[in-house]
């Protein structure tokens, strides 16, 4: 009998699991995650108002209610909980699917402000993410400047416009709707280093700009026009064409009855963040232009844009994880089709899948492959692997290591919990946002009440 220790409850930690059962019928699978929740960013990554993406907790949840699948919550691996070699004793197998936890930086002076943060900062509070802090995130910010045009960037930039009406029905924590209600930014501006047809967000998620109540959106003409391919996008990729497409729709001037406006703007790299009373209070950029290679060259000139809240979206980085090696230039564990790789040599029964493998790349369907190539790789191996005696039950040996797994059951307290938390507050469910109240939860106390 297979048994597999799957690190990382996320979609690439759910698919691998999903495929090691349905691809061996006698394999088990735990599925160990440091928080007490499951689901990794669909549960703390995805927009609250997305909930047709987040509806893919139904499936995540099919596979981690399989007879032959345990999920383990509240299991940190690493120098804080289980190390990584007793995980190797307790498993014939270790499949690490930890994802990209860190953001990249800008790199510029004035990086460190209050009032500056990465968007991960941001959507984790959002999202309740019981390692968030209500960092005062809006408190006496106008405008806010979001660095990056990816979908990360879309998305902070319409939690940011949207009314707390609209958020209402959602999950979100009860303080930070209550923060976003009270929100007095009234101009927001997104900005590229590059060209509209360049940009990294999809088509369906820009559009989404377009149809926030009170809300204009702009596109400088003459700026995106610096792109050439702005004026005919006929020849460009169909997503990219798309895109273009709906931006040349927002070049009018926008109505002046809105109580909000979104500026897109393109060709602009942040140098520095200025400060203004104690805290970031701009934005200067140089005007870049394109290179006729697909990138960009400063061009001397320079710009300042307001803002009181600044936020970084410009990628994510994989973290090393003690016990594993790491590449530092890629954030990425080094492989060989999803088997660790030390010192250019394979790690008997080690193996990773999911961004910490390939890197923040994707979306969240490429982890479903990305995850079979791993398992298919893993079960290659079996024959070898299984010939090591185990414990019966590696429960036992992961308490003694002072962790205390909170177990499927837990999880549901939590569920029920947060279905009762939203019905005191005559909502629908809303997420309980800090370790105390979803530990409480999980162990069958009182977590009605949580700690903002």
């Given at each position: 009998?297979?048994?597999v220790?799957v690190?990382?409850?996320?979609?690439?930690?759910?698919?691998?699991?999903?495929?090691?059962?349905?691809?061996?019928?006698?394999?088990?699978?735990?599925?160990?995650?440091?928080?007490?929740?499951?689901?990794?960013?669909?549960?703390?990554?995805?927009?609250?108002?997305?909930?047709?993406?987040?509806?893919?907790?139904?499936?995540?949840?099919?596979?981690?209610?399989h007879?032959?699948?345990?999920?383990?919550?509240?299991?940190?691996?690493?120098?804080?909980?289980?190390?990584?070699?007793?995980?190797?004793?307790?498993?014939?197998?270790?499949?690490?699917?930890?994802?990209?936890?860190?953001?990249?930086?800008?790199?510029?002076?004035?990086?460190?402000?209050?009032?500056?943060?990465?968007?991960?900062?941001?959507?984790?509070w959002?999202?309740?993410?019981?390692?968030?802090?209500?960092a005062?995130?809006?408190?006496?910010?106008?405008?806010?400047?979001?660095?990056?045009?990816?979908?990360?960037?879309?998305?902070?930039?319409?939690?940011?416009?949207?009314g707390?009406?609209?958020?209402?029905?959602?999950?979100?924590?009860?303080?930070?709707?209550?923060?976003?209600?009270?929100?007095?930014?009234?101009e927001?501006?997104?900005?590229?280093?590059?060209?509209?047809?360049?940009?990294?967000?999809?088509?369906?998620?820009?559009?989404?700009?377009?149809?926030?109540?009170?809300?204009?959106?702009?596109?400088?003409?003459?700026?995106?026009?610096?792109?050439?391919?702005?004026?005919d996008?006929?020849?460009?990729?169909?997503?990219?064409?798309?895109?273009?497409?709906?931006?040349?729709?927002w070049?009018?001037?926008?109505?002046?009855?809105?109580?909000?406006?979104?500026?897109?703007?393109?060709?602009?790299?942040?140098?520095?963040?200025?400060?203004?009373?104690?805290?970031?209070?701009?934005?200067?950029?140089?005007?870049?232009?394109?290179?006729?290679?697909?990138?960009?060259?400063?061009?001397?000139?320079?710009?300042?844009?307001?803002?009181?809240?600044?936020?970084?979206?410009?990628?994510?980085?994989?973290?090393?994880?003690?016990?594993?090696?790491?590449?530092?230039?890629?954030?990425?564990?080094?492989?060989?089709?999803?088997?660790?790789?030390?010192?250019?040599?394979?790690?008997?029964?080690?193996?990773?899948?999911?961004?910490?493998?390939?890197?923040?790349?994707?979306?969240?369907?490429?982890?479903?492959?990305?995850?079979k190539?791993?398992?298919?790789?893993?079960?290659?191996?079996?024959?070898?692997?299984?010939?090591?005696?185990?414990?019966?039950?590696?429960?036992?040996?992961?308490?003694?290591?002072?962790?205390?797994?909170?177990?499927?059951?837990?999880?549901?307290?939590?569920?029920?919990?947060?279905?009762?938390?939203?019905?005191?507050?005559?909502?629908?469910?809303?997420?309980?946002?800090?370790?105390?109240?979803?530990?409480?939860?999980?162990?069958?106390?009182?977590?009605?009440?949580?700690?903002?």
């Open positions: 009998m297979l048994r220790a690190v990382g409850s996320g979609p690439s930690g759910c698919y691998t699991a999903q495929h090691l059962v349905q691809l061996d019928p006698g394999a088990r699978v735990d599925v160990l995650d440091r928080l007490p929740c499951p689901y990794g960013l669909v549960r703390y990554g995805v927009a609250p108002d997305h909930e047709k993406i987040k509806s893919l907790q139904g499936s995540l949840r099919a596979v981690l209610e007879e032959r699948v345990r999920f383990l919550g509240a299991v940190p691996v690493g120098p804080d909980g289980v190390p990584a070699a007793r995980l190797r004793e307790l498993y014939h197998a270790v499949v690490y699917c930890v994802g990209a936890a860190a953001d990249r930086h800008l790199g510029v002076p004035g990086e460190g402000l209050p009032g500056s943060w990465s968007a991960t900062e941001f959507v984790s959002y999202s309740a993410h019981p390692d968030a802090a209500d005062g995130f809006l408190r006496g910010a106008r405008s806010a400047v979001v660095v990056g045009v990816g979908n990360v960037a879309v998305d902070v930039t319409r939690m940011l416009a949207r707390a009406g609209e958020l209402r029905p959602t999950d979100m924590p009860h303080a930070a709707l209550t923060a976003l209600a009270a929100s007095e930014v009234e927001i501006h997104m900005v590229g280093r590059r060209g509209p047809s360049q940009a990294r967000f999809t088509t369906k998620e820009l559009r989404e700009l377009g149809t926030l109540p009170d809300t204009a959106v702009q596109v400088d003409a003459a700026e995106a026009a610096l792109d050439p391919s702005f004026a996008p006929s020849g460009l990729p169909p997503p990219r064409r798309r895109n273009v497409e709906v931006l040349r729709g070049t009018a001037p926008p109505r002046p009855d809105a109580r909000r406006l979104i500026r897109l703007r393109f060709f602009l790299r942040p140098v520095e963040l200025l400060a203004r009373d104690g805290r970031v209070g701009a934005v200067r950029f140089e005007r870049t232009a394109p290179d006729g290679r697909g990138g960009v060259t400063g061009t001397g000139r320079f710009e300042e844009v307001e803002g009181q809240l600044v936020l970084r979206s410009v990628g994510y980085r994989g973290v090393p994880l003690e016990g594993l090696p790491f590449d530092a230039a890629t954030g990425t564990v080094p492989h060989l089709g999803g088997r660790v790789l030390r010192g250019g040599a394979v790690a008997p029964g080690e193996y990773v899948a999911g961004w910490i493998k390939r890197g923040p790349t994707g979306v969240i369907g490429t982890n479903r492959s990305c995850a190539d791993t398992v298919t790789s893993l079960l290659q191996d079996a024959p070898s692997l299984t010939a090591r005696a185990l414990p019966d039950d590696p429960l036992p040996a992961l308490r003694a290591e002072g962790v205390d797994p909170v177990p499927w059951q837990g999880w549901q307290a939590i569920e029920r919990a947060e279905s009762r938390l939203g019905a005191s507050l005559g909502r629908g469910v809303v997420k309980l946002p800090d370790w105390e109240s979803l530990l409480t939860a999980a162990r069958g106390g009182d977590a009605s009440v949580p700690r903002s």
